[in-house]
């Protein structure tokens, strides 16, 4: 079983910039494609990205494309999130999720396609 701690989170002014990280516990972490969600206030959880497990593939979201980057590091069985131009409306708490399913259905950004996700870290975008 994966655990996955998410890291990083904190108050950004708008137009700021943050990277957030997502830690396994496992050492078989490389073979799991790794999303990342949000969740804001009053709102559903929305897929945000994900990663393949080689790192070499990544997705997004329409809503996020251009500002959010994903990337990893499967020596340090770390996941990062780079948000750039930081919005308001980018406020929420964010999740890591890890999943084997195939890519192709990943990227429909069903969460339940996802077996092991963290705790989540709070971002909160000030103007």
């Known amino acids: 079983q994966v655990q996955l701690v998410e890291s990083a989170g904190g108050l950004v002014q708008a137009g700021g910039s943050l990277r957030l990280s997502c830690a396994a516990s496992?050492?078989?972490?490389?073979?799991?494609?790794i999303g990342w969600f949000r969740q804001a206030p009053g709102k559903e959880r929305e897929f945000v990205g994900i990663?393949?497990?080689?790192?070499?593939?990544?997705y997004y979201a329409d809503s996020v494309k251009g500002r959010f980057t994903i990337s990893r590091d499967n020596a340090k069985n770390t996941v990062y999130l780079q948000v750039i131009d930081l919005e308001l409306e980018d406020t929420a708490v964010y999740y890591c999720?890890?999943?084997?399913?195939?890519?192709?259905?990943?990227?429909?950004?069903?969460?339940?396609?996802?077996?092991?996700w963290g705790q989540g870290t709070q971002v909160t975008v000030s103007s």
């Open positions: 999720a890890a999943s084997e399913v195939q890519w192709t259905v990943l990227t429909t950004g069903r969460q339940g396609m996802f077996d092991y």
């Open positions: 496992e050492r078989t972490f490389s073979r799991y494609t």
């Open positions: 990663i393949s497990f080689s790192g070499l593939s990544t």
